[in-house]
Antibody, heavy 120, light 110 residues
Framework: EVQMLESGGGLVQPGGSLRLSCAASGFTLSSYWMHWVRQPPGKGLVWVSRINSDGSSTSYADSVKGRFTISRDNSKKTLYLQLNNLRVEDTAVYYC?????????????WGQGTMVNVSS | QSVLTQPPSASGTPGQRVTISCSGGTSNIGRHAVNWYQQVPGTAPKFLMNNNNQRSSGVPDRFSDSSSGTSASLAINGLQSEDEAHYYC???????????FGGGTKVTVL
């Protein structure tokens, strides 16, 4: 069964840090570009970051550039997102997303999401 | 304000046709594939299809998409109660170097 399982979310104070993890199974992670997409409570989807299949190239939304870092360990079949200097507006459900080869950014595989709550 | 523009809501009775529009620009829809997602409340989004003829397995034939220039649309022919959900369009944007989403359309089955 194709599955992605996020972990690492929680309650953190403004300025704090969290590390999100996403464990993949049932498909060849090393072939996929991977992304993080977030959804603030009651709002729509927002793309956060992406990493290519071997981890050599990354990109970020302007709102998180310089604060968040995406990485991957294909040997562990795991995707990561390091969140630093968190702000209240970073509060959201964070989804890890799998993007198959040559799909034109078709987000074919979604995790169940992990909630990040930034509050004092 | 989303880069891609969708109507906030759409509705219809069972069996009717509902269409959701997605308007963008030359840096996104005009150059790249438009992907459509369905999100039932309380669950993760699910990929439906795109205008590169990619379609998720199990998506009913009553769902179809089209595009022209800088606009795209998703149609549901023969609306059913289980189609009640939020629908999002998305595409890569060359100017922003980012994937951009529409604000989402809530489909209600009356």
């Amino acid at each position: 069964e194709v599955q992605m399982l996020e972990s690492g979310g929680g309650l953190v104070q403004p300025g704090g840090s969290l590390r999100l993890s996403c464990a993949a199974s049932g498909f060849t992670l090393s072939s996929y570009w991977m992304h993080w997409v977030r959804q603030p409570p009651g709002k729509g989807l927002v793309w956060v970051s992406r990493i290519n299949s071997d981890g050599s190239s990354t990109s970020y939304a302007d709102s998180v550039k310089g604060r968040f870092t995406i990485s991957r360990d294909n040997s562990k079949k795991t995707l990561y997102l390091q969140l630093n200097n968190l702000r209240v507006e970073d509060t959201a459900v964070y989804y890890c997303v799998g993007d198959p080869p040559q799909s034109g950014y078709a987000f074919a595989i979604w995790g169940q999401g992990t909630m990040v709550n930034v509050s004092s | 304000q989303s880069v891609l523009t969708q109507p906030p809501s759409a509705s219809g009775t069972p069996g009717q046709r509902v269409t959701i529009s997605c308007s963008g620009g030359t840096s996104n829809i005009g150059r790249h594939a438009v992907n459509w997602y369905q999100q039932v409340p309380g669950t993760a989004p699910k990929f439906l299809m795109n205008n590169n003829n990619q379609r998720s397995s199990g998506v009913p034939d009553r769902f179809s998409d089209s595009s022209s220039g800088t606009s795209a649309s998703l149609a549901i022919n023969g609306l059913q109660s289980e189609d009640e959900a939020h629908y999002y369009c998305a595409a890569w944007d060359d100017r922003l170097n980012a994937v951009v989403f529409g604000g989402g359309t809530k489909v209600t089955v009356l």
